[in-house]
């Protein structure tokens, strides 16, 4: 098994695990450039660059399909993720598709994608890109995601958590003319991080590998369907992605000496997740008393965007008079679609959040908070400037989210300027893009909104008998754990760990009609020799390893018979035994034979004169057979 740490960025999580020939590639990169390194005598990719199957821990993990389609071939690449990250993913790529650009430097949510020359010549070298299938000018082609071409060869496979998919992934073996189909399954549990966020068990040669994405701790109170580590335990070996647990410190950038930053005595790293949203809602309210605007630049995909309103909600009950109007207007990309999205997201939601929209009489949304100020027009949803205009008034809350290149970041940039405006950065992506147009002195706050667990409470959930891998990052962390606790480590970008795989020969009878029918039509010759040989799938029966007596058990002089019977010896000493009621015996002149006892319900089966089968009901039953056998043989 190899295991290759494609991105350390901390946003996409991108890692490429190989195991039995299949390559299993978790969330595409922000970059796809790494996928083709500059060393030409090494590929990450398997043979002709291939890709069997491609697994998302959150909506982002897909968010870069449209680039990766542009490099890969994906005609028979399977893609599983949990049905909302299918959902989030198909309304994200599409805003994609619109705004991305095939040629230069093109920006994916704060990330560049350089298409140089030498990457095209590698693609154009291994005969990896494959025709475009849309007119990137056009608007009415939908994403790879909602193509017919993808979801007519079943090649997505959206599920829910726990359950199991399992493939049959035809992978190259030793010989170009060979091929094995190795199975593969693969589980999907809660992350706790976002909608449909998950961590993956992926079985494969008699092997688990348990995936970890961005995850929460189980003990924090989240609106999503909370952390399961239901199948920790049966993982045999640990990946944990460089994004999965949360960072040690909040990084700011160079102009920081430039801008007075508003902090807050205790660290912002150290405070709880329900703390730092109740802080970045009492700094809002703080911005509305004074009549300022407040922005909040938050994810486009969504993870925290549900939990700041509900708490700003709280706030404001509690630090503003009933006659002030305060509105809150989420506005960006997409944004009416993930409000639609959230409404109806039972499924994946706190348990107790989904009872109630489940609840058969009077079924109400997973967000009524959200509902009630929205009904009473203090909640606002646009995708755009021109969805809010006629509803916009001052002072307010707004939280933007917005992909490269689009209106909506536009508007960050000119609001960092404008001195009525307060921005409260809760993540350090959209910053940095925003960052280089603001003035001296623009008032902005950090507060760094830690969803996910930490490292050590990760590995507090992991065996120490397991095996975890981490990245280069996390070397420090992995580090400081083994000093205090018992754990087997491999750091590194690029691990390899060796695991014995089923291996051997099958042995047949055929009949000379089955050699002529099956195997002469499907021989192939082997490069290079005389040889030929016919690949083909079969099925074996799953049979136990044979039970070697110790020497212990030799010592106990455990009886050693010989000898042989026929049917005809066995049905007479049955009838000396008493059982002259019915004896059925097969009418048949070779072995096997069977002689049912209906009288006690016992059937001994003759397969051989060197093997005999005894089946009953009970041990009394069996005894007397067994028995019954032994008056025949002689002990050594």
Known sequence: MEVTFICNCGVCNSLLVEIGGVYILCNIPCDVERLFPNDETKSILGPNGKIHCIIATTAQGLENVEALRELCDLSTTHILCTRPIYTLACIFTRQVLKSQKYHGDVEISGNKVKYNSYVINRVLHHQLKVEKQFNKDSNDVPPYLQCEQFLNNNLLHAISFKEVS?????????????????????????????????????????????????????????IYKPFDSTLMESANYNIISPGATCQPKFQTTSKSEEIKF?????????????????????????????????????????????????????????????????????????????????????????????EC??????????????????????LFIGNSLNDLKTVYRMPCVMLVTSFFQSNCMEFLKQKISDPNVNFIWISNRLKQMVLGHARPFAKMINVFLEPRMTFDALCNMISNTRTILVPQPLEAAAISRMQTHPATFKI??????????????????LLLSQFENVVLPNLKSIPGSSCKVAPLQIQSQVAQDMVLVSNDSCKRNVPVMFGTFTVNQVVKQLQQEGLRNEINVTKSNQYPFVIHIPERNI??????????????????DRQFATQLILNFLTLI
């Open 166 to 222: 399992q493939l049959s992934i035809e992978v190259d073996v030793e010989f170009a003319c060979l091929k094995s189909l190795v199975n593969v399954d693969f589980v999907a549990t809660a992350s706790g991080f976002s909608f449909g966020s998950s961590n993956w068990y992926i079985t494969c040669c008699g092997y688990t590998i348990a995936i970890y994405g961005e995850s929460t701790n189980p003990m924090v109170p989240t």
């Open 262 to 354: 508003e902090t807050y005595s205790e660290p912002a790293q150290q405070l709880e997740y329900t703390v730092q949203l109740i802080t970045i809602a009492n700094a809002a309210i703080d911005g509305i008393l004074q009549g300022e605007v407040v922005i909040i630049p938050v994810d486009p995909f969504g993870n925290v965007t549900f939990a700041i309103i509900e708490h700003l909600i709280i706030a404001m009950e509690k630090r503003l008079r009933q006659h002030q109007m305060v509105r809150i207007y989420c506005l960006g990309d997409c944004m009416q679609d993930l409000f639609n999205f959230g409404t109806k997201s039972a499924e994946w939601v706190h348990p107790e959040r989904g």
């Open 357 to 378: 929209a489940m609840h058969h009489e009077n079924p109400t949304s997973p967000f009524p908070m959200l509902e009630k100020i929205k009904e009473s027009n203090k």
């Open 492 to 509: 590194g970008n690029n691990i390899n760990v060796s695991i014995p795989l089923p291996k051997g020969l099958i042995k047949t009878s």
């Open 603 to 620: 059937v001994i089966i003759m397969e051989s004169p060197q093997h005999t089968i005894i089946e009953a009901n009970n041990d009394d």
